[in-house]
């Protein structure tokens, strides 16, 4: 492939739109420009560039231009459309993190267990989770920065509640995969402890138990992502 | 848009099928390079354009190079995903030729009738046509060159044969719509006298008559075309 722009590619699809497949279609460079949200000039200069390039044929009359585009225009639109098409259907859907077990503070324990959460976890995610919440410290950059999506992300939201003393804030689940085995949730709490270098699962299982895992143990954690 | 080059879009689009929507997926330029068709330099040149435009993100980590595509970057592709897709499902596909009548040679009626062509005309496109073709005269180069198109094109093919005397080329016949309404077919002889400014119709009716045409009178033929 040569080095054609994106905007060479959306003049050649703004040509064929118009039938210039088959037809020498009568075309503006100024009429371009406008469909194409850029200057007459630059419309012109990309209609010379395809032209020098084998893309589109040129038909001259008087002031009057025509153009079709080649064979080889239009092979390279389809090969572009199918790759594009092709990989955007089918790239893989989910964040994998990577860390390290790390002791909690023994704070989850006590939250998750209040019932004003226990209850919508039950209808919510299907389980009322193992009292306890298992900490992963992310040492690297790139995971760091990937956890962080999940602020943003739309999950399925355990909502805050409060009693006569205080308010407690929501907690957001994300279904996650530990080591490739164990099912847990990834959860993003209205209020927390940690930096940002850490992230806390939940579970139905108590997983350091089933997991046989002790601090220090590396973790790979997949959470699969709607598109 | 900015001055995205198709290449920038083929390494979005190598990255993405790496994962790199949703996490940071470490690369060598040498790999990238190999995978889009182009040195390790321009692949290395590729990511630093991608990143001063906000369409990925970077981690270095020592030597390591870690990439993810910024929500920008996936946008892009996306919409240019869809409009090449829309546009290539939707174009016209068509061959739109404009002429004026002339007068043949009468020669047309005569080949027209013999019957190893008849016989051919009635079961593969459905007539046996009236006797005489219909010549229209393309004055501009634009329908000239796209009537050239029907030499390669696939129609429907009345097979030469031979008699005693001589033998006869075969036909190759396109459905067209001559003047928005009366039904005919454009055919490309194998021996013709015409230089290629002239095409042929021929219709099971007399297009003369039905059509209240003369010499000179313009004519505008719609040939469908597979795609």
């Known amino acids: 492939m040569t080095e054609l722009k994106v905007q060479h590619i959306l003049t050649l699809t703004q040509l064929i739109s118009k039938g210039a497949k088959h037809n020498f279609v009568p075309i503006t460079t100024s009429s371009l420009g406008k469909s194409i949200q850029k200057s007459q000039q630059a419309a012109s200069k990309h209609l010379l560039e395809l032209e020098r390039d084998g893309f589109i044929e040129r038909l001259m009359s008087g002031r009057k231009v025509s153009v079709k585009i080649t064979p080889k225009g239009y092979d390279e639109m389809v090969k572009l459309s199918s790759i594009l098409k092709s990989n955007l259907d089918s790239f893989p859907s989910f964040v994998e993190l990577k860390g390290t077990l790390v002791s909690g503070m023994g704070e989850g324990a006590y939250y998750m267990s209040l019932k004003g959460y226990t209850k919508q976890f039950k209808s919510k995610i299907g ?18 920065e990937a956890a962080q999506q999940f602020n943003t992300l739309e999950g399925i939201m355990i909502d805050g509640f409060s009693d006569d003393k205080r308010t407690y804030g929501w907690v957001k689940c994300f279904k996650a995969k530990l080591n490739n085995s164990i099912n847990s949730e990834l959860i993003i709490l209205e209020r927390t402890h940690h930096d940002t270098t850490v992230i806390e699962l939940i579970s139905k299982q108590n997983i350091r138990k089933i997991g046989k895992l002790k601090n220090g143990s590396h973790l790979t954690i997949r959470i699969p992502i709607k598109t």
Do not use: D, M
Request: aromatic residues 16%.
């Open 127 to 144: 389980y009322v989770p193992f009292p306890g919440t298992l900490n992963v410290k992310l040492h690297q950059k790139e995971y760091v």
